[in-house]
């Protein structure tokens, strides 16, 4: 195996026994198979829309293959040679792309042992040359995260074809010898469509459940078993609220699930108690401590430990072995009697240490733009000097405790805009609020950084100034492949001088880099000392 899409890849440049996140060998080689039948698929889809024989579901089944295949999605083997046999009938049942087509249009294995040998040959590292590989590998992780945000837009009604047509394209492009302009043209092209979907997952998520409102959200633990959910899939919670709602069973949200407590549609549920926990690395203690069911409705899921993993259920692309999966039925809907019963005959959750402290979440676009007067008027006046953008991702690494040191060393006149499960590195340090407005303004899920971009086009616009001119600096934490695109999304608005840590990718060659530098001003973070100096010079 090689892999090296995330932040904790082995040494920093790739994993190749076994993944640091506990990825076996074989699951790493059938992923990449799956990404290769996938660009099968796209050539001769976006061939055969031109006689209109194309398939209309084959770019939702790309979107949740390239999904399945993201970090901490999913582990389970069988479930990645359905997706790959299934990937190979779509694929044959759409017309011939031409006379010569790739390889990855006809190639079929006999057995399963065929497909490990084939997902060997094709994984990344098929591209010999390190400034292509860096550049395919950029557009694949960039489209991975468009994958993932695509496929919650979807399960709440909002599709869109140009970025169905773009996933397509994007992988088509990787077997193709195309001049390195190119490549960097579709890898900031991803950005774009990075906007676009951030958009239509906002649209999604508000449509159905209305606009967030800021909301103090408890982390104390009440008497009654619980289930707790996390991930990032609203829908998921939705279900599970309405089908527990009479169960006599709490429902605690957990990592990156805090921010669904800011909504109205789920506010009205008095079962939805509180969060529980914090982010990702932290699960095995925590879902050790909660006592009842955990449904996994996305990342980040890790090997779970023997004493509590009949007590997990995954849904959707989430998947793990020997874990309970529960799927969804044609019409979208799913069946959560089988954790409902199982919270029934838990023991209620124990408090975790250093718990209690409310909470604050739902700092959205439409929140915050609510409160904009007194943002200008905080900003004019010189209550507030900078705001700083910590959005992203954590992780386990012990060099991420330099994002609480930095949260914690901000002078008072400075706010923190954050989004995605990077937050609980800071956002219980209780740092107050300036004249009403909270220190750490916790927009929601990664995806939301959305409204950390329309937050911030709208204070460029009522100051009169471009988006770089603002006092606000970029201190972003990257770990998964969503955090990549959020990164691009940035970079395809324009946004400069953005620090990026716990370190820098593992796949961006020094070529690459240089690009990124150059044209971006693109810096790893450093000490907290001399990144606060730089980032607070006016
Ligand atoms: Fe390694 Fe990250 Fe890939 Fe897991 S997802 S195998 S930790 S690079
Ligand atoms: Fe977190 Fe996995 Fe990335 Fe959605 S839950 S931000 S790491």
Known sequence: MFCNQCEETAKGTGCTVKGVCGKEDEIAIYQDLLVYLCKGI?????????????????????????FATLTNVNFDQARFVDLIKKAITIRDALPPAGDDEPDACTWKPASEGEMLEKGKAVGLLATENEDVRSLRSTLLFGMKGIAAYYTHAEVLGKTDAEIEMFLQRGLASTLQDLAVDEMVGLVLECGEYGVKVLALLDAANTGAYGKPEITSVKTTVGSRPGILITGHDLKDLEMLLE??????????THGEMLPAHAYPAFRKYAHLVGNYGGSWPHQKEEFESFNGPVLVTTNCIVPPKDSYKERIYTTGMAGYPGVAHIPASADGSKDFSAVIAAAKASKPPQALPGSGADLITGCAHDAVLALAGTVVDAVKNGDIKKFIVMAGCDGRRKDREYYTQFAEALPQDTVILTAGCAKYRYNNLGLGDIG???????????????SLVVIAQALAEAFGVGINDLPIAYNIAWYEQKACLVLLSLLSLGIKDITLGPRLPGFISPTVLDVLVKNFDLKPNTTVEDDMARMLQA
């Open 42 to 66: 796209a050539v001769r889809n976006l061939a055969a829309m031109e006689s209109g024989r194309d398939d209309p579901d084959a770019g939702i089944f790309i979107a949740d293959s390239l």
């Open 243 to 252: 089908q527990s709602r009479d169960a006599g069973v709490d429902i605690y």
């Open 436 to 450: 009403g407005i909270p220190r750490v303004l916790d927009a929601g899920q990664c995806n939301d950084c959305y």
